[in-house]
């Protein structure tokens, strides 16, 4: 449980609860001085042949220090050897091996591919003669340079493919089809391996500061992601440093850190985090109480405070559709103002760090404070016009908010999260429906559903997508599976808390209070089915809100690479779409939140043909996943293509100017 920010930060003049507070003495002698509290025997206890408080300060002149100071951390040495080895941490992490300046561990045994990770380090890479002098040979198609230093579209192309692995793994599991051909389990652990055997990571190269191609703000759902791009080295160590050599000494920096938000680190102040050292404060064999030591990382971010070194901070955050798992955000560049040590809960001293972040960077963890009070109603949305747009549609209420300017809303539709006057067709199945008992299993052959998904479930477990397909085959109201199925993933209306608000120059927008994993569903595009014709008249398009499946959309893999799985005879299909008739739909009139997504040409929405039967007939839907992991207030934005039939119905004056601001802008769409 977190405590309010004033409970640890460092005392100001007046009243002190000393019983927090370790009793303090001068550190002004190379002689180590300890509190009362902490003063204990160092005969045959501690392998270093110091306490775990080891002090050591320059001057020698010892002089009062006043009594409401916290001690400060000042220790100029490294632990000597043998020093005791630091169990799993307050934050939940356990301690890695000392790394030299590249990374690298000093105990380097080697690792098998196949074998879950404990951290993710880099280590150094053979290289021919022709890579080295400077080819750019690909790997995965990311070239040497790009694995040492990325940019933002090779960050993205690491944390796709990562994610796309995971969840054709995660499909193989659930399938049964995973410990047969793998023998392991944690689709995760594996598809990091892969990965790591490929060399398909990027920002190897381990530094201080800000990293190629993350920004502040970006979300991770699992620290291997944050390893794989090089934001944070360490798998499950709440503190990754390296060495790093002066013309006097070698000593360890910090990094990064994740903070757990479930210990004792304060997350009130938006700019400060006072962070807790790691290493537990109870001896598991005699179980006594001890204190805390000053190696490895904590001596690294001990060496940090004393040379101001930007450090990374990465908060986690508890993950609003999954309250056993956190969502981790990189919220900027950071320095240590202040350490000191305090007592623990359990009794022994902590080490307390004083994170302070750097001007000048956007607050991402100020969006998600200010999130939570708006979902919990304890504080005021800024501009909020309408607290339900869909009027009760939704079972998850959408705000309408202005904030830009003094219009009042868009203009007058009903909301309807449905398709009208869809036109059926037929396929050539010979059954509508799937005769499975209650829900449909992966791995069920027997499923008609599943054996028109190509004999693989589309969605895993929590809902998300596996793969883009020609069209995804869902279980419908003819099926005799429970309606809540997991194959009707589309039918069951917004999983998120929706926004739509007032852009600057680009109208309405839409985005959610949530975070989104890739390969979630956002929402169905819902309206009118229209005649096509009617839609595109001479002069141009009359209808700002069509969806129109015959225009041409840009290429794009989302899928995993099968090459990746050497292990795996797959039979992944394509990811170009096989509508089985175009289909046109306006939302107008009618429609839902869809009508408000923008269009970009660097999206993170996409769309899927989606089918199911009803009335023993089979319509065809148009359905929207996140492309990446979106953060929350992002706005949502797909790509809507462009005309280019030639047929007369696609005049160029429907051609409109693009406004998205990607770097990677065609300058028009439509």
């Not at 608000?501 to 390969?519: C, H, M, Q, V, Y």
Request: charged fraction near 25%; charge should be positive; aromatic fraction near 8%.
């Amino acid at each position: 449980m977190e405590e309010g920010l004033g409970q640890n930060s460092v005392p100001g003049s007046g009243l002190v609860d000393r019983t927090r507070i370790v009793e303090v003495k001068p550190l002004r002698s190379l002689a180590p001085v300890l509190p009362k509290s902490l003063q204990l025997s160092t005969s045959g206890r501690y392998p270093s042949g110091f306490p775990p408080f080891v002090l050591f300060e320059g001057p020698q002149e010892s002089q009062p220090s006043p009594t409401h100071m916290p001690t400060p951390i000042r220790s100029y040495r490294k632990p000597q050897d043998g020093a005791e080895e630091t169990p799993a941490g307050v934050n939940g992490d356990t301690s890695s091996p000392m790394e030299d300046v590249n990374g690298k561990s000093v105990d380097d045994s080697p690792k098998r591919p196949l074998q879950p990770m404990k951290n993710c380090k880099s280590s150094q890479k053979r290289r021919t003669k022709t890579q080295d002098s400077g080819s750019s040979s690909l790997v995965g198609g990311i070239s040497i340079a790009q694995r040492d230093d990325g940019d933002r579209e090779v960050v993205n192309l690491v944390l796709m493919t990562f994610d796309s692995l995971r969840r054709r793994l995660c499909q193989l599991e659930e399938s049964k089809e995973l410990n047969t051909i793998l023998g392991a389990k944690r689709p995760d652990l594996r598809a990091s391996n892969v990965m790591t055997s490929k060399a398909f990571r990027t920002n190897m190269r381990r530094r201080v500061g800000a990293v190629p191609g993350v920004e502040t703000g970006d979300i991770f759902f699992l620290r291997m992601e944050m390893c794989h791009v090089g934001l944070h080295g360490q798998s499950m160590s709440g503190i990754d440093y390296m060495n790093v050599k002066d013309e006097l000494q070698e000593e360890p920096v910090a990094l990064s850190i994740v903070s757990s938000g479930v210990y004792d680190n304060d997350a009130e102040d938006e700019d400060v985090l006072i962070y807790t050292g790691q290493g537990e404060n109870f001896n598991k064999k005699d179980k006594h109480v001890v204190d805390q030591k000053l190696h490895r990382g904590n001596l690294a971010l001990d060496r940090s405070s004393y040379r101001k070194n930007e450090v990374r901070v990465i908060r986690g955050l508890r993950d609003a559709g999954n309250k056993n798992a956190k969502v981790y955000v990189y919220d900027g560049l950071y320095k240590i103002q202040d350490s000191w040590i305090e007592k623990g809960k359990s009794g022994g001293g902590v080490f307390k760090y004083k994170f302070v972040r750097l001007p000048g960077q956007s607050s991402a963890f100020a969006i998600w404070k200010s999130v939570q009070k708006w979902k919990t109603g304890s504080s005021s949305r800024t501009g909020l016009i309408l607290a339900d747009l869909s009027t009760g549609v939704e079972s998850i209420p959408v705000s309408l908010v202005n904030d830009v300017d003094n219009e009042k809303g868009p203009s007058f539709f009903t909301y309807s999260n449905s398709l009208r006057d869809s036109k059926p067709f037929s396929l050539v199945q010979s059954s509508y429906g799937c005769n499975c008992n209650k829900t449909c299993v992966p791995g069920d052959l027997s499923c008609s559903c599943i054996q028109r998904n190509e004999g693989d479930f589309p969605y895993i477990a929590n809902g998300v997508l596996v793969s883009r397909k020609p069209l995804v085959h869902e279980c419908g109201p003819m099926c005799k599976c429970f309606p809540n199925c997991k194959n009707r993933v589309s039918q069951a209306g917004l999983k998120h808390q929706m926004e739509v608000f007032k852009t600057e120059n680009r109208g309405w927008g839409l985005r959610s209070f949530d975070p989104i994993r890739a390969g979630t569903f956002i929402c169905e595009y819902a309206g009118e089915v229209i005649d096509r014709a009617k839609v595109y008249k001479k002069g141009g398009i009359n209808d700002d809100y069509v969806f129109d499946t015959s225009r041409i959309y840009n290429p794009f893999k989302w899928n995993y690479e099968p090459s990746l799985l050497e292990e795996i005879s797959s039979n992944v299909s394509t990811e170009d779409y096989t509508i089985p008739s175009p289909l046109t739909i306006s939302s107008k009139n009618f429609g839902n939140v869809a009508r408000y997504m923008n269009h970009s040409c660097s999206p993170n929405v996409f769309w899927q043909p989606v089918l199911y039967a009803e009335n023993n007939q089979y319509f065809l839907h148009i359905v929207f996943f996140a492309l990446g992991h979106i953060p929350p207030m992002t706005e949502l934005t797909y790509d809507y293509g462009c005309s280019g039939h030639g047929d007369g119905s696609s005049a160029p004056q429907g051609i409109k100017k693009c406004l998205c601001g990607s770097s990677k802008c065609r300058g028009s769409f439509g």
